[in-house]
């Protein structure tokens, strides 16, 4: 569960001590596999009512959830690419993160999708100041010029 924004109150110079008629806050929940987002989503919003029947509970957005495969021969290919790139073996980690596309992509391509991210935590990725380095950057296109090659031998 995720609070990405709030908006309510008196923002503007001085002190006012008024209890805000209105509020607006922006969440997210984190899913895992075989959860189903309409029934989180019925859980949160019945939640909230039960404390507040006031409150008005809107739904935007559904991603079913995915966890990616550290093992087999697709997430294999992505462990030597990344070895041949860098030099030594990738560290496979749980990362959350949202791109709905890919259990419809896998579905449909019927190969595992494998997740073979470039950017480390110094990077401060999706934050202020985010960044890359050339060096992340050259060694992912050798990375993927490799794991291209090595999936192009796989059988289907």
């Not at 503007?12 to 895992?32: D, F, N, Q, Y």
């Not at 449909?108 to 470039?118: C, E, Y």
């Amino acid at each position: 569960f995720e609070v990405h924004g709030i908006v309510g109150g008196y923002v503007g110079p001085g002190v006012k001590t008024v209890i805000p008629p209105r509020a607006e806050a922006k969440i997210s929940t984190r899913l895992v596999p075989h959860q189903d987002p309409d029934k989180i989503f019925r859980l949160v919003r019945d939640f909230v009512r039960s404390r507040n029947p006031d409150v008005k509970v809107t739904h935007e957005a559904t991603l079913r959830p995915y966890l990616g495969q550290f093992t087999g021969p697709y997430a294999d290919a992505g462990r030597r690419a990344v070895a041949f790139a860098f030099g030594k073996e990738p560290a496979f980690t749980r990362e959350g993160g949202s791109i709905g596309a890919i259990v419809t992509m896998e579905e449909r391509l019927g190969v595992p999708i494998v997740f073979l991210g470039l950017s480390l935590p110094e990077h401060g990725y999706h934050a202020p100041n985010e960044n890359y380095d050339w060096g992340q950057a050259s060694g992912g296109m050798k990375m993927f010029v490799k794991y291209f090659s090595e999936i192009a031998q796989l059988k289907r």
